[in-house]
């Protein structure tokens, strides 16, 4: 009998030991948040960064198959093949409107018809990123060449950053480079973008 009322007394816990236990899960909880969000971001801007480098060769691969030039450009115009590229769709990270491919951008193909009529056929369109800036300091298309998907003009170079939280503020340590050769080779770099 004695046995039994200490196994009964026993088999429970302590209000203070539950009180301890939940304190100890709430300063871990705290302490996980930001390497979370961090870890999140960091996430975040590599799936953008990667969805850019394989538009990129996806566009110079249908340039040289097709044969015909194929154009990769910022969404203005609600996302339609991109003739004007006058609309600002963001605001830079020093509160400055700026040309931000972040909104989207679209893969498209001038098709000519036998009677000489062009029209654009969109092969790809990305609708705009979340939580992450894409910049380029020129905002004109890039258009792929055939038949070996050389780009017109010189190196090009897209910078990524990533935001940390739901405020307005950038952190410097997520940022990445897609560069484009003038061969309309793609890479992807860690940091910023050279100068």
């Known amino acids: ?11 429970g816990f302590v209000l203070a030991e539950l009180v301890i236990v939940l304190a100890i899960l709430a300063a871990l909880a705290v302490t ?4 979370f969000n961090y870890w999140l971001a960091r996430d975040r801007l ?5 969805n850019l480098l394989a538009t990129f060769s996806y566009a110079r691969s249908e340039a ?31 509160g400055e409107l700026s ?12 098709n000519t018809s036998y009677e000489g009529e062009r ?8 609708a705009p990123l979340e939580s992450v800036t894409l910049f380029s300091r020129i905002s004109a298309p890039l258009q792929f060449k055939p038949p070996t998907g050389q780009i ?10 990533a935001r ?32």
């Not at 590599?46 to 990667?50: G, N, W």
């Not at 097709?66 to 020093?94: L, M």
């Not at 029209?119 to 990305?126: G, H, I, S």
Request: charge should be positive; include cysteine.
């Open 32 to 35: 996980a948040i930001p390497a």
């Open 46 to 50: 590599r799936t953008h960064a990667q």
């Open 164 to 195: 940390l939280n739901t405020e307005s503020n950038w952190d410097e340590r997520l940022q990445l480079c897609v560069t484009i050769s003038i061969a309309g080779r793609v890479r992807l770099v860690k940091g910023p973008c050279p100068q």
């Open 152 to 161: 017109l003009g010189g190196l090009r170079s897209f910078e990524f950053k």
């Open 64 to 94: 040289i198959k097709r044969g015909v030039p194929v154009t990769v450009c910022r969404a203005d115009e609600g996302g339609t093949a991109c003739r004007k590229h006058t609309q600002i769709c963001s605001v830079n990270t020093r």
């Open 119 to 126: 029209t654009q056929q969109a092969l790809r369109v990305q």
């Open 99 to 110: 040309d931000d491919w972040g909104c989207g951008y679209t893969v498209f193909v001038d």
């Open 1 to 11: 009998m004695h046995l039994r009322i200490l196994i009964a007394r026993s088999s």
